[in-house]
C-alpha cells in the first residue's frame, strides 16, 4: 500500500434531504478527514438514476446535498466537492469494472436485494451494476481510505475485489507500461464513531433511511427547532428508565438508538451519557436530547437555507470542483486505457 498516497474519497446520492443517518454515519468523519487528508467529496447523481428520479427534482437535490456538504462543513477550498456526472471518467471505468466483475459477486449484495424487492425482473440494469460504479468513483482517484457508515460495508469489501481482480488480472501489462506491481490501491473503508448506524425513531431494529415512508422515523438536516422536538418526542421507547451501563442497553433497540445519536452529537462516549443519564425517565433525555439536536443542525440548516439561496454560487463551486477531479480522472483512464490495450486516447 505504501505506494500509494493517502486520499479520501466518498459520496451520497442526491435522491433525498440529507438526513441524521448520513450526516452522523458519515459527514462527520468526512469533515474530520480533512484535516489530515487529501478528500474528494463526491454528489453521485449517476447512482441516483438507478432508481426513477424526476429531472426537475433531481437537479434541485444535486444543488441541496452540494450545499449541505459545505454548511456541514466541507471546504471547497481544500477539499474537491464536485457532481460525478460532470467527469464522463466514472461512467467509463465502470464499464472496465462491469468486465472485471462476476456475475455472482453482485448477486450477493443484499442492497440490490433491498431496493429491487421481489421483482428482480423489473429493476434497472443500473440497479444491478451500482457497485461497480462506486468502485470506479473510488479507484479512479486511487481512494485509500473511504468514511462510509456501516450499511456500505459490503459494497467496499466488493470495491477491494475489484480492485485485486483488475491488478491480477491485468499484471503483465500493469508491469510492462512500468506501472508497476499492482495499480489500483485496495480502499480500506472508515467506519467509525458511535453511530455508524443511525436507526429509525419509529422503530429501533431498522436503518433510519430517506425511503422510509414516515417522516417520523428521521431527523433531516433541513427541520427546524419545532419539527426536531416533535420527532424526538414522538420517538419510540420502552417503559424502562435508561441503564447506567452499556450492557443494560441490550435488548432495547430503541434506547440504545437514542443513547448513540446523543453521544455522537455531543462527541462523547455512550458511557458518558449512560453515566449521566443512568436512572432518568425518557421525557427527561429526550428534552436534552432535543437541545444537543438542535444546537447542533440550527446553524447548518441555516448556512444550508444561506446558500441554497444562491445557486450559481452552488454551481460554480461544483463547476470548478469537476474541473480538478476531471484532471485526476482524466490520468487513471488513460493509463487504464493502455493497460486494458485501448491505447491512449
Ligand atoms: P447514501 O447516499 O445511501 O448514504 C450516504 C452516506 O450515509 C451513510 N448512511 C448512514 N450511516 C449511518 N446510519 C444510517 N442510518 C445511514 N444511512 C446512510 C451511508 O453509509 C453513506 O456513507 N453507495 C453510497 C454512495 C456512494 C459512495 C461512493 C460512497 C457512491 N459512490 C463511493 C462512498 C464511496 C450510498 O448510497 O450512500
Known amino acids: 500500500m505504501t505506494q500509494f498516497k493517502d486520499r479520501v474519497f466518498s459520496g ?23 484535516d489530515t487528508h487529501d478528500c474528494i467529496y463526491c454528489v453521485v447523481d449517476l447512482h441516483a438514476i ?29 477539499s474537491i466537492l464536485f457532481n460525478q456526472s460532470r467527469v464522463h471518467e466514472h461512467a467509463e471505468l465502470a464499464w472496465v469494472f462491469n468486465c472485471v466483475a462476476r456475475m455472482g459477486w453482485l448477486n450477493r449484495m443484499t442492497q440490490f436485494k433491498e431496493k429491487a424487492g421481489k421483482d428482480r425482473e423489473n429493476a434497472a440494469v443500473g ?25 456500505q ?32 490501491p485496495l480502499p480500506e473503508p ?20 430517506k425511503s422510509d415512508p414516515s417522516d417520523y422515523a428521521r431527523i433531516n438536516l433541513t427541520d427546524d427547532a419545532d419539527a426536531i422536538a416533535q420527532k424526538v418526542r414522538k420517538a419510540k421507547t420502552d417503559p424502562e428508565p435508561l441503564p447506567s ?23 462523547v462516549p455512550r458511557e458518558a451519557v449512560l453515566a449521566e443519564f443512568g436512572g432518568a425517565n425518557f421525557s427527561t433525555f429526550k ?5 444537543v439536536a438542535v444546537d447542533r443542525l440550527a446553524p447548518i440548516t441555516g448556512e444550508m437555507r444561506r446558500l441554497s439561496a444562491d445557486p450559481g454560487h452552488i454551481d ?22 493502455r493497460i486494458v490495450g485501448f491505447g491512449p486516447r
Open 12 to 34: 451520497m446520492q442526491p435522491t433525498h434531504t440529507l438526513h441524521l443517518g448520513n450526516y452522523l454515519g458519515a459527514m462527520v468523519n468526512w469533515v474530520r478527514m480533512q
Open 50 to 78: 438507478t432508481m426513477p428520479q424526476d429531472p426537475k427534482a433531481l437537479a434541485a437535490n444535486i444543488r441541496e446535498v452540494a450545499a449541505a456538504y459545505i454548511a456541514c462543513g466541507i471546504d471547497p477550498a481544500r
Open 127 to 151: 440497479l444491478f451494476a451500482y457497485p461497480t460504479l462506486m468502485a470506479a468513483d473510488i479507484l479512479l482517484y486511487k481512494g485509500t481510505h473511504v468514511p462510509v457508515g456501516e450499511d
Open 153 to 184: 460495508k459490503q459494497h467496499l469489501e466488493l470495491t477491494r475485489d475489484i480492485a485485486q481482480k483488475f491488478n491480477n488480472d491485468f499484471a503483465a501489462s500493469i508491469a510492462e507500461h512500468g506501472f508497476g506491481e499492482t495499480f489500483f
Open 190 to 209: 472508515m467506519i467509525q464513531g458511535p453511530a455508524t448506524r443511525v436507526m429509525s425513531l419509529r422503530d429501533g431494529t431498522k436503518k433510519m433511511s
Open 245 to 267: 451501563e452499556a450492557a443494560g442497553l441490550a435488548g432495547r433497540p430503541e434506547a440504545d438508538n437514542l443513547v448513540g445519536i446523543y453521544a455522537a452529537l455531543r462527541d
Open 287 to 291: 428534552s436534552a436530547l432535543v437541545d
Open 316 to 337: 460554480a463551486i461544483l463547476a470548478e470542483g469537476a474541473r480538478k477531479a476531471s484532471e485526476i480522472a482524466a490520468g487513471t483512464m488513460d493509463a487504464v486505457r
